[in-house]
């Protein structure tokens, strides 16, 4: 269930915006984080969400982003 309503979050997010802005992906990780999903849980639901070239864009975005949060703090 809290799967679900991750993966239809993600869905929408894409049709609204891809790639996403900083508010956007700030709302999808709390979002994973109020329903409790795990890293494999997100990882699974990407997978199957995301066009095989978007996905690769996506975790290089997210990884520079994660980066980028870690380095400022912010």
Known sequence: MKGETYEQAL????QEEYPFNQETRQNLERLQQILGLTQ?????????????SLLTKFKKYLAVTTNNHLLTGS
């Open 40 to 52: 494999e849980d997100i990882e699974l639901i990407e997978n199957r969400v995301l066009p095989k």
């Open 11 to 14: 869905k929408t997010a894409i």
